[in-house]
């Protein structure tokens, strides 16, 4: 047997075992991948579900801040309606207080 016979028997060989490798490789990716699928499905079901109770307390919340928002626009119409009113007590007392000035001592 000559060198190049030689060469051509190592590199088969080495050919092979790269196979072999990439062939093994390629069967625990595929392990991987199924151990992944039947560990993640699950949790992403239940994060589906969980999901779907948040949407549906996010269409309760909205009614209710619409409410809250009508309760304080009320809330803030009362308030300028006690503003005014404590404005006009402010100018009676003003008044008062000038006619008791006038008012003649002893």
């Known amino acids: 047997m000559d060198?190049?016979?030689i060469l051509t028997i190592i590199g088969i060989v080495v050919m092979l075992g790269l196979a072999g490798g990439f062939a093994f490789g390629a069967l625990k990716v595929k392990q991987l991948n199924a151990k992944l699928d039947s560990q993640v499905a699950p949790k992403l079901d239940d994060?589906?579900?969980k999901l779907g109770n948040v949407k549906?307390?996010?269409a309760?919340?909205?009614p209710l801040m619409q409410s809250v928002n009508v309760a304080l626009d009320a809330?803030?119409?009362?308030?300028?309606?006690?503003?005014?009113?404590?404005n006009q007590l402010k100018g009676l007392t003003g008044?008062?207080?000038g006619v008791v000035e006038m008012l003649p001592t002893k």
């Not at 809330?75 to 404590?86: C, P």
């Open 75 to 86: 809330l803030d119409v009362e308030v300028v309606k006690a503003d005014g009113k404590l």
């Open 60 to 62: 309760q919340a909205d």
């Open 3 to 5: 060198i190049t016979g």
């Open 47 to 49: 994060l589906h579900g």
């Open 56 to 58: 549906a307390a996010c």
């Open 95 to 97: 008044k008062i207080s």
